[in-house]
């Protein structure tokens, strides 16, 4: 390959998967992080294979558009997954998600436009398709829902509110300004984690094996394994025909089949059995989606991320061995 390309928010669980791939396809990888002197957020990029020759480091705020455009000089192309990750309640929604989450991605999209980069993949999510409770009953969910935002704020689901704004902000700009920008909407990501400390997503299987009964109603469609969804988005930053958004799931399920499978992979653990519907009104799908999968992506199933997920966990001491 031998491109330049810029990946922000490098050091979390999926950017480090999304660095990992692009050294070992020959990539030179920008890579910004919030903190250069914190080990926990270079010590792993440093250590890839490829990190020594074609790896930088780059100290990045959302909110400095200087350090942004340092960063993102000279490349031909970014892959923006920077972002507050939280699905917890937040004191102060417009300062720790909203701002970093739009402000911050229109700055990015500023930098590349000014950059003359070839394409932005826009790392979205299916927070910005569900929850929409006026999405037509029995229909499967596809790329074509977006998030209600009236409810998401009536009900204080700000992660959600923030990432719907944050993509309907890139597509204004790409309409605006003429930039390529495709966006992925990945699942809830799992798998092994390269990073020193664990992220939301993988600390949900951890309570899980540990009988919690979170149902994760307003954020669960299905999941999708880390390594396909650094995998999708360098196939779509690859795939000059690839447009619009793309969700990537590996089937859409609700989370008590993820319990339920869980739960006989592992019958050690104490995982709840879920008696009602976690999801209400979502329709199941047991295929991959068709947008992806067109382009090549073949999917990791649920059971044997389930089995990378607990292994990871492991290795890491996170969670007991039963």
Same mark, same amino acid.
């Given at each position: 390959?031998?491109?330049?390309?810029?990946?922000t928010?490098a050091?979390?669980?999926i950017?480090?998967?999304?660095?990992?791939?692009?050294?070992?396809?020959?990539?030179?990888?920008?890579?910004? =992080?919030?903190?250069?002197?914190n080990?926990?957020?270079?010590?792993?990029?440093?250590?890839?294979?490829? *990190?020594?020759?074609?790896? !930088?480091?780059?100290?990045?705020?959302?909110?400095?558009?200087?350090s942004?455009q340092?960063a993102?000089d000279?490349?031909a192309?970014?892959? +923006?997954l920077?972002?507050?990750?939280?699905?917890?309640?937040?004191?102060?929604?417009? !300062?720790?998600?909203?701002? %970093?989450?739009?402000?911050?991605?229109l700055?990015?999209?500023?930098a /590349?436009h000014?950059?003359?980069v070839?394409r932005?993949v826009l790392?979205?999510?299916?927070? /910005? =398709?569900?929850? #929409? %409770?006026?999405?037509?009953?029995?229909?499967?969910?596809?790329? #074509?829902?977006w998030?209600?935002?009236?409810?998401c704020?009536? &009900?204080?689901?700000?992660?959600?509110? *923030?990432?719907?704004l944050?993509e309907?902000? /890139?597509?204004d700009?790409?309409?605006?300004?003429?930039?390529? =920008?495709?966006a992925?909407?990945?699942?809830?990501?799992?798998?092994?984690?390269?990073?020193?400390?664990?992220?939301?997503?993988?600390?949900?299987?951890?309570?899980l094996?540990?009988?919690?009964n979170e149902e994760?109603? &307003?954020?669960?469609?299905?999941?999708? +394994?880390?390594?396909?969804?650094?995998?999708?988005? =360098?196939?779509?930053?690859e795939?000059?025909?690839?447009?619009?958004?793309?969700?990537?799931?590996?089937?859409? /399920? +609700?989370?008590?089949?993820?319990?339920?499978?869980?739960? !006989?992979?592992y019958p050690?653990?104490?995982? +709840?059995?879920?008696?009602?519907?976690?999801?209400?009104?979502?329709?199941?799908?047991?295929?991959?989606?068709? !947008?992806?999968?067109?382009?090549?992506?073949?999917?990791?199933?649920?059971?044997?991320?389930?089995?990378d997920?607990?292994?990871?966990?492991?290795?890491k001491?996170?969670?007991?061995?039963?």
């Open positions: 390959m031998g491109e330049t390309v810029c990946v928010g050091s979390g669980f950017g480090s998967w999304v660095v990992r791939l692009l050294l070992e396809r020959g990539y030179t990888v920008h890579a910004t =992080i919030q903190d250069l002197g080990w926990k957020e270079t010590k792993h990029l440093e250590a890839m294979e490829g *990190a020594k020759e074609r790896l !930088k480091l780059f100290k990045m705020d959302l909110l400095d558009y200087q942004i340092d993102i000279g490349c192309g970014v892959f +923006h920077a972002m507050p990750n939280t699905i917890d309640a937040v004191a102060d929604p417009q !300062k720790q998600l909203l701002d %970093p989450g739009i402000k911050g991605t700055n990015v999209l500023e /590349a000014k950059a003359k070839r932005v790392t979205s999510s299916i927070s /910005a =398709i569900i929850p #929409n %409770p006026k999405w037509p009953a029995g229909k499967p969910l596809d790329e #074509n829902c998030t209600d935002l009236d409810y704020r009536e &009900n204080g689901i700000w992660y959600t509110v *923030a990432k719907t944050a309907k902000a /890139a597509w700009f790409s309409k605006e300004k003429g930039l390529d =920008i495709v992925i909407n990945p699942g809830t990501a799992l798998g092994p984690i390269l990073p020193p400390d664990m992220n939301a997503s993988m600390a949900m299987i951890v309570k094996l540990q009988g919690n994760y109603r &307003n954020f669960f469609m299905g999941c999708a +394994h880390v390594k396909d969804i650094a995998k999708g988005q =360098i196939l779509l930053y795939t000059p025909s690839a447009s619009g958004r793309h969700l990537c799931v590996e089937t859409i /399920a +609700h989370w008590s089949d993820f319990a339920d499978l869980t739960a !006989k992979l050690e653990y104490n995982v +709840h059995k879920f008696t009602g519907v976690t999801q209400p009104g979502l329709v199941r799908v047991g295929s991959p989606p068709k !947008k992806l999968s067109a382009l090549g992506l073949q999917f990791t199933s649920m059971e044997d991320i389930i089995k997920c607990v292994s990871t966990l492991r290795e001491g996170l969670v007991s061995s039963a």
